[in-house]
């Protein structure tokens, strides 16, 4: 494989797992957007308390979602995480991801997975009018390759009104968006292309864009392909030059038809494989080393979609 993308390394990001605990876990779940920190819960093989890992010494945060549906004895709850970046990050998401398992959280399909990128540290400026040509080419790229990302989950989020696909509307509102010279405009426009597979309402007030398109997950190798796939979205079109139309063209189309080719489009768009990229852009730590694994499963993911919306036609 290709060597591991060090610009990838100073991308800042963050997730989101929403779950269901255990109601004996011993976590206390804050209000929505108003997390409480997560320090310890109750291991559920020997009920004695497990500590949380940190980042840096920051803490994980759990909230309510009123998406979240729970069975009796269980509660909902938002895990959401410090601001990880590199390697270290990913390494750091993998122990949460342990730890969380460990106090018998579970997913179910109320839950999603969302993870939100600083744009800054992507393409080096907070300049508005370099974040809007960024977003408009993001918002492009997705859209062309919505078969495989919505295909990797196996499930029907593109049918969710929480992350639906991108319409011809957000093509017109991010060409607005890169095109006004006011700011308040600029704003407008990424607030008014709503919560879909991505969502921009952040970009000038925060500096970050989310990706709400993934299902609820706790496997460590469904996580690690959906990350690595924001990743390498995300420094593409940071190096995109020539951007073409918001709809596919006909090659773009062919290609995409299923889920299962459009993974391989997607890996090759990206220089996971083949060789038109010299590094895996996107890839690094645990996203380098264990892609021959973690792409296995997003494959019988996407051929789990395809068979059950053989008429998605993303």
């Given amino acids: ?119 800054e540290s992507i393409i080096g400026t907070n300049d508005p009018q370099a974040m809007s040509e960024f977003a ?62 991505i969502n921009f309402k952040k970009l000038f007030s925060h500096g970050v864009i989310e990706f709400r398109v993934f299902a609820g997950t706790l496997n460590r190798h469904k996580l690690l392909h959906h990350l690595a796939t924001v990743l390498g979205l995300c420094r593409r079109a940071a190096e995109v030059e020539c951007l073409g139309a918001f709809s596919k063209n006909k090659t773009q189309a062919k290609r995409t038809a299923t889920a299962t080719h459009a993974l391989r489009f997607l890996w090759d768009y990206l220089g996971w494989t083949g060789s038109k990229r010299t590094v895996a852009l996107g890839l690094v730590g645990p996203l380098h080393a264990e892609f021959k694994t973690y792409r296995q499963i997003a494959d019988r993911m996407c051929r789990r979609f395809d068979s059950r919306f053989p008429c998605a036609n993303l």
């Fill in 1 to 119: 494989m290709k060597p591991q993308d060090p610009k990838a390394e100073s991308i800042t990001f963050g997730v989101e797992l929403e779950t269901t605990i255990p109601a004996t876990a011993g976590i206390v779940v804050g209000a929505y957007h108003i997390g409480t920190t997560v320090r310890m819960g109750a291991d559920t093989q020997t009920n004695l308390p497990l500590n949380a890992p940190t980042f840096d010494g920051n803490h994980w945060k759990a909230e309510r979602d009123g998406s979240i549906r729970a069975n009796p004895g269980r509660v909902p709850c938002e895990f959401v995480s410090p601001i990880l970046k590199g390697g270290e990050g990913v390494e750091h998401l993998l122990q949460f991801l342990d730890w969380a398992n460990a106090i018998g959280a579970n997913v179910n399909a109320s839950c999603g997975c969302h993870i939100t990128v600083g744009v």
């Fill in 136 to 197: 408009r080419k993001l918002a492009h790229i997705a859209r062309w390759h919505a078969m495989s990302i919505y295909g990797q989950t196996g499930t029907g989020r593109h049918l969710n009104q929480y992350s639906h696909t991108l319409g011809d509307d957000v093509g017109t509102l991010v060409k607005r968006m890169e095109s006004a010279t006011n700011p308040t405009r600029k704003a407008d426009a990424a607030n008014r292309c709503g919560r879909g597979m």
